[in-house]
């Protein structure tokens, strides 16, 4: 059964840092895109980044870039996002999410799997 399991979130205040985890289950990366996403209350689920599944290029959305780094480890089962300088405007939760799209915007990837999701919260 394939699964992915965010973890890492949490509260913390502007200009800290978070570095979220997302683990997969019964299948690795190999071949998929993934990604991470947010939502905040209120709005549309947002693309902030992904890595392609043909070559391992990064994008990120202007709203991250600079802030967040996406990496994954050797195995490609686990999937991280390093997050620095955080604002209260990331305040949201986020999910990772395996699928295809990856093609320099983040917001238009699709995902096959999804996690459930790990709250983050940024106070000012």
Do not use: H, M, V
């Given at each position: 059964e394939v699964h992915l399991v965010e973890s890492g979130g949490g509260l913390v205040q502007t200009g800290g840092s978070l570095r979220l985890s997302c683990t997969a289950s019964g299948?690795?990366?190999?071949g998929y895109a993934?990604?991470?996403?947010?939502?905040?209350?209120g709005?549309?689920?947002?693309?902030?980044?992904?890595?392609t599944?043909?070559?391992?290029?990064?994008?990120y959305a202007d709203s991250v870039k600079g802030r967040f780094?996406?990496?994954?480890?050797?195995?490609?089962?686990?999937?991280y996002l390093q997050m620095n300088s955080l604002k209260p405007e990331d305040t949201a939760t986020y999910y990772c999410a395996a699928?295809?799209?990856?093609?320099g915007d983040p917001d238009l990837m699709t995902g096959d799997y999804w996690g459930q999701g790990t709250q983050v919260t940024v106070s000012s």
């Open positions: 299948f690795t990366f190999d993934i990604g991470w996403f947010r939502q905040a209350p709005k549309e689920r947002e693309g902030i980044s992904c890595i599944e043909s070559d391992g290029n990064r994008f780094t996406l990496s994954s480890d050797n195995a490609k089962t686990t999937l699928g295809t799209g990856c093609w």
